[in-house]
């Protein structure tokens, strides 16, 4: 059987001719068949397509039957009734506003420019996608115009006049960046508008920015359509005027758009807007700019913008009006239009009348050599994608100004930190002198008597320990505070250097170990560690015992002298 094509309806009995022998089947046993109505036999026929449907059905659901697959048709007849868009388009320059959060040196140059220019492009439709070719490259509404690397589609609808897209970078990407195309289209125009957030994380600091960029088109030629008809209004163009009647009305720009309703209050100016962005002219004419700043609502505010150029290719005066000499070279230049710190750019381009006609549609401009759009910056930053604003300038000092004031008291409280434990370690220190020296023996007086007898001496050398420097009687064998084994005091010998100190166990090494053996911490010297150990609050009044060798010392006693081993608290 062959198949039908999509959208043809398909013959039916209802306008074929009836034919009225009855259809060849096997030999059955005799129906009888209801009478039916003359109006209801084509409605029957339409449904059993030539069988022999049995009588129990009821009469009303073969009509209403009927009457549904016969509308079936219908809805595919509307869908293919809009026209194509395949064909070829004038394509505007696609405007590009940046909004710059943080943005230190080490995130490297801050991003500006504009995208691709205009001109003519060529739009192949396919079911519901639609691949544009020219004016700066190829796209397709199958994914975002962004394709910076690491950034892939996460999602994708499409409908026969409206596509969006959307594309975000890996969870674990430094780069992070959510891009977000949406696109819709009449019969003959087409908006495009994509918006984007960047943050990324480069040594340490963040970069953040937001961009939005859009673009407009329109039919030229649809394809399998006849060309319009050439008016006379183009060939007129080729025509170049004199230099002389250059500030003739042709040249001027239209008036702004008339102002909403409500604007019997007019708020804080919002953004400024300078029509057209761009502008086509030749040398000798003169042509004046249409700026304006508005409120929120798009009412107008009574103020001015200033203008000002670059180069002296151009003059312009306060009011935006353009004056190009009659030796200008060909060239753009970027006019600046600034108010309250902000600044937006219009592209000013002078060709020659030989170049003139060709870059009217290489541009994308109208018949006036001017865009359709408008150059616009935001004042008060709030929408994703805007132009630097003095919101964002605002924003930056309030953040600058709390930085600074977090910083400073974090400053001023480690200073104060510093002062307080660098006394605390210097009153440690004095006591830490002041308890060695009560300790050392002192050298014992001469009696007055007039023949006085010499004391027994020890012939013992005294003996001291390594790691605190103390100095204990001849009979003892190990510190009581640390645990280090005494060693003989030679006065002529040059003192050792003081040892170390476990942290954990808190028995005393000399200088030559640097590790804790049963603990593997790192030893703290000496001073230190007597300096910055915290004392027990209270002393045990019943004092401690040696488990060892049962000898009784004091509650500030940790080791035992004779055999080093730690002590317990008596029970």
Request: aromatic share 4%; glycine share 10%.
């Amino acid at each position: 059987m062959a198949a039908s094509s999509p959208g043809r309806p398909k013959a039916s009995p209802s306008n074929a001719p009836i034919d009225p022998s009855p259809p060849r089947l096997a030999p059955t046993p005799a129906v009888t068949r209801a009478p039916i109505a003359r109006g209801d036999e084509a409605a029957l026929d339409l449904v059993t397509s030539r069988s022999i449907v049995p009588p129990r059905i009821p009469h009303r659901f073969r009509i209403a039957t009927a009457l549904i697959v016969a509308g079936l048709p219908c809805t595919d007849a509307v869908a293919q009734s809009r026209p194509t868009l395949s064909g070829t388009w004038s394509a505007s320059a696609m405007i590009v506003q940046y909004n710059i959060g943080d943005w230190g040196e080490k995130c490297g140059p801050r991003p500006s420019g504009g995208g691709p220019g205009g001109g003519t492009v060529t739009i192949v439709q396919s079911g519901n996608e639609l691949t544009i070719n020219g004016a700066g490259g190829s796209y397709s509404t199958t994914n975002c115009f962004e394709q910076m690397p690491g950034l892939k589609r996460s999602s994708h609808s499409a409908a026969p006049r409206g596509w969006s897209n959307r594309c975000t970078t890996a969870a674990n990407d430094p780069r992070q960046a959510v891009i977000i195309t949406s696109i819709s289209a009449t019969d003959d125009t087409i908006s495009f508008s994509e918006t984007g957030t960047y943050q990324f994380v480069l040594e340490g600091q963040n970069c953040t920015a937001s961009v939005r960029r859009t673009r407009s088109f329109r039919l030229l030629q649809r394809e399998g359509e006849p060309p319009p008809s050439q008016t006379a209004t183009p060939s007129a163009t080729l025509a170049a005027p004199p230099p002389v009647a250059s500030t003739a009305a042709p040249t001027q720009t239209a008036p702004p758009p008339p102002p909403p309703a409500a604007c019997a209050s007019i708020g804080e100016p919002a953004r400024i807007e300078v029509r057209p962005a761009r502008k086509l002219m030749r040398p000798g004419e003169e042509f004046s700019f249409s700026a304006r700043v508005v409120d929120a609502k798009g009412c107008r505010v009574d103020v001015r913008p200033t203008w000002s150029v670059p180069s002296n290719a151009l003059t312009v005066d306060s009011a935006g009006k353009v004056r190009v000499p009659a030796d200008a070279p060909e060239g753009s230049t970027d006019l600046d239009v600034a108010f309250g710190g902000q600044h937006v750019r219009v592209v000013v381009e002078v060709a020659s009348n030989e170049r003139y006609d060709a870059l009217l549609s290489a541009r994308g401009l109208n018949a006036r050599g001017e865009a359709e759009e408008a150059a616009m910056v935001t004042i008060a930053s709030g929408s994703l994608g805007g132009g630097a604003a003095v919101g964002e300038d605002a924003a930056r000092r309030r953040k600058l100004t709390f930085v600074g004031i977090v910083g400073g008291m974090a400053l001023v409280l480690a200073v104060a930190g510093l002062l307080l434990l660098r006394r605390g370690s210097r009153k440690k220190a004095v006591e830490v002198e002041e308890e060695v020296v009560v300790e050392r023996p002192r050298p014992a007086r001469a009696a007055p008597a007039p023949a006085p007898v010499a004391a027994p001496v020890d012939p013992r050398p005294r003996l001291s320990c390594p790691v605190c420097r103390k100095h204990f009687p001849p009979d003892g064998i190990f510190c009581p505070d640390d645990g280090t084994r005494l060693v003989p005091v030679t006065e002529q010998a040059r003192p050792a250097p003081a040892g170390g100190v476990c942290p954990v166990c808190k028995r005393g090494f000399d200088a030559s170990t640097r590790v804790c053996p049963e603990h593997g911490e790192a030893l703290v010297p000496a001073p230190v560690f007597k300096a910055t150990a915290q004392k027990p609050a209270a002393v045990e009044p019943k004092g401690k015992i040696c488990p060892t060798c049962g000898a009784r010392y004091g509650g500030e006693a940790i080791f035992c002298g004779k055999d080093g081993t730690t002590l317990v608290l008596v029970n």
